[in-house]
């Protein structure tokens, strides 16, 4: 059973920018690809980012350009970077991992969500 932990959620405006964390716990992390999801009032949850076990990774179309994933494997952790915030970019932030390779979708393990509120 992995844990998954996520932080750094918070309000900021417009512009701004913000570091999600995410830690684990209970696996070998390196073992697993990871992602970043979002859940924004009244709509379904959807992908935001994705890394491979060690290294490399892609995201949504909607955030390129301003999101970047990484991730520490000797500290368990997984990172979100969210730079020129938009108002829509409003939601529950997640993340998820699973043991095999990087995907959108049909991940195994899911934290507790961290709010992100961006006001404009």
């Known amino acids: 059973q992995v844990g998954l932990v996520e932080s750094g959620g918070g309000l900021v405006q417009a512009g701004g920018s913000l570091r999600l964390s995410c830690a684990a716990s209970?696996?070998?992390?390196?073992?697993?690809?990871m992602g970043w999801f979002r859940q924004a009032p009244g709509k379904e949850r959807e992908f935001v980012a994705a890394?491979?076990?060690?290294?490399?990774?892609y995201v949504a179309d909607s955030v390129k350009g301003r999101f970047t994933i990484s991730r520490d494997n000797a500290k368990n952790t997984v990172y979100l970077q969210m730079n020129s915030l938009k108002p829509e970019d409003t939601a529950v932030y997640y993340c998820?991992?699973?043991?095999?390779?990087?995907?959108?979708?049909?991940?195994?393990?899911w934290g507790q969500g961290t709010q992100v509120t961006v006001s404009s």
């Open positions: 209970g696996g070998t992390f390196s073992r697993y690809a």
């Open positions: 998820a991992c699973r043991d095999g390779g990087i995907t959108t979708s049909e991940y195994d393990y």
């Open positions: 890394i491979r076990r060690s290294s490399g990774g």
